[in-house]
């Protein structure tokens, strides 16, 4: 009898940070999402504040029913890659998704989709409960991050950063791309009240989570907790890229 080699690159620290490489993801029956082969990679069952999930819109994938539609619950998709086309619904907005479109959901509007393309899209889909301030209200956003140019992050020559959503406080939170040129690496090693979520897009880079330094790579997740000590540093002949998401423009309540 032979048996399989079980070994993982996972690191889970409930509370603390998590990676969860691909391997040994499992695909999540979500009602609502049809024909989608989606894994739920970052909950409030390790820490986090939201919900993250990643996976595959079949060529005849949809939601029948709006997705994130609790009252208060903000939500995004992002099209990885694929081939196929994402019709994705914002109230009475629509827009066709090819590879790097997205749409943000405010806290009022839940988000619809259905791939109408001969082909699958990977996506990442991320759902919050927003934070309300006064007279602040989030609007529905639609974009493609090839649109948007980069700039360098912090000054840094090696660093390059977009932003998805406005900077903006009728914001909570945002999403990001952060890309290290070889050599490249954050400044100083970060220790914040926000948290991140992070795929890993391209490349292979030694991030320091906490009191630990963890080999990263590309299709790894990464869950920051708040005042997680993190700082990496890109390694292999490439650039080192993830997307990210980051609570932000808000006080802390007591």
């Not at 620290?13 to 040994?24: D, S």
């Not at 024909?35 to 409030?44: A, E, K, R």
């Not at 994938?61 to 994130?68: E, H, L, R």
């Not at 650039?239 to 932000?248: A, P």
């Amino acid at each position: 009898m032979s048996f399989p080699d079980l070994k993982t690159r996972s690191v889970v620290k409930p509370g603390e940070y998590a990676v969860i490489p691909p391997e040994g993801r499992v695909i999540n029956v979500i009602p609502g999402l049809e024909n989608c082969q989606l894994s739920i990679i970052g909950s409030p069952k390790i820490g986090c504040s939201f919900v993250w999930y990643t996976g595959t819109v079949a060529s005849d994938g949809y939601t029948s029913k709006p997705f994130a539609s609790e009252e208060g619950i903000e939500s995004f998709i992002w099209v990885m890659d694929g081939d196929g086309e994402l019709e994705v619904r914002v109230g009475e907005e629509s827009v066709t998704l090819g590879q790097g479109g997205f749409a943000y959901a405010p806290d009022n509007e839940a988000l619809e989709f259905k791939n109408t393309g001969r082909d699958d899209v990977r996506v990442i889909l991320y759902k919050q409960r927003y934070i309300p301030a006064e007279g602040k209200q989030p609007y529905a956003v639609f974009g493609n991050t090839n649109d948007i140019p980069e700039v360098n992050y912090m000054g840094l020559e090696q660093v390059f950063l977009k932003d998805l959503l406005p900077i903006d406080t009728h914001f909570d939170m945002n999403f990001h791309i952060l890309s290290f040129a070889p050599g490249g690496c954050h400044p100083f090693i970060e220790t914040h009240v926000q948290e991140h979520g992070a795929y890993l897009l391209e490349g292979e880079g030694i991030y320091l989570l906490g009191n630990d330094w963890v080999q990263t790579m590309k299709e790894d997740f990464i869950w920051f907790g708040p005042f997680t000590q993190q700082a990496c540093y890109g390694t292999g002949n490439g650039r080192f890229t993830y997307i990210y998401s980051k609570d932000c423009h808000r006080d802390v309540e007591i």
